[in-house]
């Protein structure tokens, strides 16, 4: 069995930063090493733990199962540490040059970081704040490793090691024009069913499923036209005679810019309950409180 006693701390500092980086280059610049010290360090924790903890590949260099298993409990472990030896440093959004990576849609950014940017602009003027899309990562694997720090989205199922917060729900509404036909009716189905929909094809749940209500329902089948993300929804449906079914909060957002406006669809949609995610490893990080409890100060409805 092995003790602390057994193992050189930094160790553990370089293993953590390999499971998270996946690059030995990237990990020597980030600890201010050389790349031999880094590859010594790591043969020594290969001998340490009679694993190759992980193995060389295209894609860098990718942890063994048994580095997955022990991943956790070491940046747990480390996490421990630095709290400890930092017992009286509290973050100071005043003071904090700190940087916040958010993973969300792009319809979450047009939602969040405008009112989130400017807040933080007034209250936390140093700190700076990135959004990563959702669909360019595994965004669970990022929340665990420290990689993002916060996720928003409308997850229904999540795993026991993340922690959440519900913001608020909102329904699915269709967006057109201004001076539409549907425009200041109520839209029977049959007329829902016959207008040109523009499909926002996203993958990412939970809006899969609201495409997949719409295809049941035979929009999908005769949609001729596909986009990726909603960004570009408003541009579209705003020079076009086509219509889009979209979160209610992008429409509340783009209805004036755009000129647009929007309905409840014909059909029943599930709503969207929208929350922020955060792994329990970082409950206790006061600069994810802090951000976690401006966020819910800005959205919770």
């Given at each position: 069995m092995l003790t602390p006693a057994d193992i050189d701390l930094n160790l553990l500092v370089v293993f953590q930063e390999v499971f998270q980086q996946r690059h030995v280059s990237v990990v020597a610049r980030r600890l201010g090493l050389s790349q031999p010290t880094v590859s010594n360090s790591l043969a020594r924790l290969r001998r340490t733990f009679g694993d190759e903890l992980f193995v060389r590949t295209a894609q860098g260099m990718q942890p063994t199962p048994y580095a997955q298993q022990i991943a956790e409990p070491i940046a747990n472990a480390l996490l421990n540490v630095r709290q400890a030896l930092n017992q009286q440093e509290q973050f100071?959004?005043?003071?904090?040059?700190?940087?916040?990576?958010?993973?969300?849609?792009?319809?979450?950014?047009?939602?969040?970081?405008?009112?989130?940017?400017?807040?933080?602009?007034?209250?936390?003027?140093?700190?700076?704040?990135?959004?990563?899309?959702?669909?360019?990562?595994?965004?669970?694997?990022?929340?665990?490793t420290g990689k993002v720090d916060l996720v928003v989205g409308a997850f229904a199922e999540v795993p026991e090691s993340l922690y959440h917060r519900r913001l608020f729900s909102q329904h699915c509404v269709t967006m057109f024009r201004q001076g539409h036909p549907f425009s200041g009716k109520k839209v029977a189905l049959a007329d829902f069913l016959k207008a040109r929909h523009l499909i926002v094809a996203s993958q990412e749940s939970p809006y899969n499923l609201i495409n997949e209500r719409?295809?049941?329902?035979?929009?999908?089948?005769?949609?001729?036209?596909?986009?990726?993300?909603?960004?570009?929804?408003?541009?579209i449906v705003s020079t076009t005679d086509m219509v889009v079914t979209v979160p209610q909060k992008l429409a509340e957002r783009a209805s004036i810019p755009f000129n647009l406006a929007y309905i409840r669809p014909p059909l029943r949609l599930p709503p969207l309950h929208t929350s922020i995610f955060w792994h329990r490893r970082f409950n206790q990080d006061s600069g994810n409180q802090w951000l976690r409890a401006l966020i819910g100060e800005i959205f919770v409805e």
């Open positions: 100071a959004p005043l003071q904090s040059n700190r940087h916040f990576v958010i993973a969300m849609t792009d319809a979450g950014e047009i939602h969040f970081m405008p009112p989130l940017l400017e807040h933080c602009n007034s209250v936390a003027p140093g700190i700076g704040i990135s959004s990563v899309r959702l669909s360019a990562i595994d965004w669970q694997d990022a929340l665990a719409l295809g049941k329902a035979g929009v999908n089948q005769s949609a001729q036209f596909r986009i990726p993300y909603f960004t570009s929804a408003p541009y």
